[in-house]
């Protein structure tokens, strides 16, 4: 059980977040409390290879990255999707997270190229107040 001095001593993020992604630099993320399974990163134009994966992400940059698992994601309709996922440093806040998982997915028509998912928030002392707005942009 927290308690109530714990509670207040943990993060308050807002519905938006700048996170800072390896290898990218400082992005928009959504903080997904409806999604309690994957973080999920912009990539297009994704190719595997030996263990490897190829992606277009955010600003254009082309990546090549160890495949460190596969997702598979249930996108409506009983349609599931095969992701691979690859492992990045980011910061948050003030906080240095190493080795988050990311699954890779087109967001182009999302607002934010990046989504913090639910375990990820809370298994690192995050609390989210959706009615928090920080400026991003």
């Known amino acids: 059980m927290v308690t109530f001095k ?15 992604l390896q290898h990218i630099g400082t992005v928009k993320a959504k903080v997904d409390t409806g999604n309690n399974a994957f973080n999920v990163l912009h990539g297009i134009n994704i190719e595997e290879d030996n263990g490897k994966v190829t992606f277009t992400t955010v600003g254009d940059k082309r990546l090549t990255l160890p495949i460190a698992d596969r997702v598979y994601v249930h996108i409506g309709s009983g349609n599931k999707e095969d992701r691979p996922v690859v492992s990045l440093d980011c ?25 913090l998912c639910e375990d990820f928030i809370k298994k690192n002392g995050g609390v989210v107040n959706v009615n928090l707005n920080k400026d991003l942009d």
């Open 6 to 20: 714990q509670f207040f001593n943990e993060q308050i993020l807002g519905l938006f977040e700048g996170i800072t």
């Open 91 to 115: 910061s948050l806040g003030k906080e240095q997270f190493n080795n988050v998982p990311f699954s890779l997915a087109d967001r182009s028509e999302n607002d934010t190229p990046v989504l």
